[in-house]
């Protein structure tokens, strides 16, 4: 009989150790799982996340890059022509309904210097009383932009036209040919690129027709 009962007692605790050790396999293997998931998840959400996508507000086309934490050439380079777009649209491109709107959103993509220098310009020409008064409208088209990137800090030159339609259908276009430096700062929701303009000048203001 006590033979009988040390088998019984043999056998229920090889019964339990293998329960455990059964129990310890599925353990680990659920972590293994959850760990596995919550990687791949990490490595999707960085392949989305991951990206920078540039458009271009003339010709519509975009141009998608990896996103990295150090400034990548190419991709910067890319951020600063979309900005010196983004300038040109709003700093050159209005009439009377976003004259203010358009106006305010250029002037803040530069540095104070230039804000003021191009601010005190328009109120010399008069262009707020044209525009509101007089129904002007101003419509710029970017040719080029030409960036430099290797250049301490990097240096750029556009190449646009800006058309003026006076009251009665008369027109005349210009150049408005700018050269600029750019300041990288802090992205916000107003300055997605981190990107400042500044040193900004006309240097080529010649009608062309």
Same mark, same amino acid.
């Given at each position: 009989?006590?033979?009988?009962?040390?088998?019984?007692?043999?056998?229920?605790? &090889?019964?339990?150790?293998?329960? @455990?050790?059964?129990?310890?396999?599925?353990?680990?293997? +659920? !972590?293994?799982?959850?760990?596995?998931?919550?990687?791949?998840?990490?490595?999707?959400?960085? @392949? !989305?996340?991951?990206? !920078?996508?540039?458009?271009?507000?003339?010709?519509?086309?975009?141009a998608?890059?990896?996103?990295?934490?150090?400034?990548?050439?190419?991709?910067?380079t890319?951020?600063?022509?979309?900005?010196?777009?983004?300038? *040109?649209?709003?700093? +050159?491109?209005?009439?009377?309904?976003?004259?203010?709107?358009?106006?305010?959103?250029?002037?803040?993509?530069?540095?104070?210097?230039?804000?003021?220098?191009?601010?005190?310009k328009?109120?010399?020409?008069?262009?707020?009383?044209?525009?509101?008064?007089?129904?002007?409208? +101003?419509?710029?088209?970017?040719?080029?932009?030409?960036?430099?990137?290797?250049? @301490?800090p990097?240096?750029?030159?556009?190449y646009?036209?800006?058309?003026?339609?006076?009251?009665?259908?008369?027109?005349?276009?210009?150049?408005? *040919?700018?050269?600029f430096? +750019? @300041?990288?700062?802090?992205?916000?929701r107003?300055?997605?690129?981190? &990107?400042?303009?500044?040193?900004?000048?006309?240097?080529?203001?010649?009608?062309?027709?």
């Open positions: 009989m006590g033979k009988a009962n040390f088998n019984f007692l043999r056998k229920q605790t &090889v019964d339990i150790i293998s329960l @455990k050790f059964i129990v310890l396999i599925l353990t680990f293997a +659920f !972590v293994g799982c959850v760990s596995f998931l919550y990687w791949s998840y990490q490595v999707q959400l960085e @392949k !989305v996340t991951g990206t !920078v996508v540039v458009i271009d507000p003339v010709t519509g086309h975009a998608v890059g990896e996103r990295t934490y150090a400034h990548d050439p190419v991709i910067r890319w951020e600063y022509e979309d900005q010196v777009h983004n300038l *040109y649209q709003n700093l +050159f491109s209005f009439d009377a309904n976003n004259y203010d709107k358009n106006l305010n959103r250029g002037l803040s993509l530069m540095d104070t210097e230039s804000a003021d220098f191009i601010y005190s328009y109120n010399e020409g008069g262009v707020e009383r044209r525009v509101k008064q007089n129904n002007w409208e +101003f419509k710029v088209y970017m040719d080029s932009v030409i960036i430099d990137y290797n250049a @301490k990097s240096i750029g030159v556009a646009a036209r800006q058309t003026i339609r006076r009251k009665g259908g008369e027109s005349l276009t210009r150049n408005v *040919y700018g050269r430096a +750019f @300041k990288d700062i802090s992205r916000t107003d300055n997605v690129h981190g &990107v400042m303009i500044t040193d900004f000048e006309i240097f080529n203001k010649q009608k062309v027709q």
